[in-house]
């Protein structure tokens, strides 16, 4: 697992940067991002479901996207009962200092919870690019 701490740092304390996630060609903006490290519930690192590699903190995404049409990919992209899920990446542009960085954080969606009207989702970052 390859995350440029330093840059997660700046995520977390960089307010209103726009985020987009993308799964194969279809892009979703995502509202309501919050970044955070946490304890994930492992007691040590492990690889999860034999499909990614996770430490005891990791760093989580919480974002929430309107366009519905995302749950069409939802099977994809969620380790659940099967094993085969594929990373997405969520994409942002960072300032730092007098030049502007394209971000992406390769990631797995650990969970979701959706209404009606929009899908709150829970990524696990894997790496920074």
Partial sequence: ?????DVMSQLIRSADLKY???IDDKI???ENV???KSKI???KPT???GVYFTDIMAYKIRAATNDMSILSFLPKIMLGP???FKPIEVKTRLSLGNETRHITLVSHVSNTVNTKTRVDLNM???KTV
Avoid: A, Q, Y
Avoid at 1 to 5: I, R, S
């Fill in 34 to 36: 919050s970044i955070e």
């Fill in 41 to 43: 519930p492992v007691k």
């Fill in 47 to 49: 690889t999860r479901g």
């Fill in 1 to 5: 697992m390859e995350v440029n701490e």
């Fill in 28 to 30: 979703f903006n995502l």
């Fill in 82 to 84: 099967n094993t085969e």
């Fill in 124 to 126: 696990i970052v894997d």
């Fill in 20 to 22: 987009t996630l993308h």
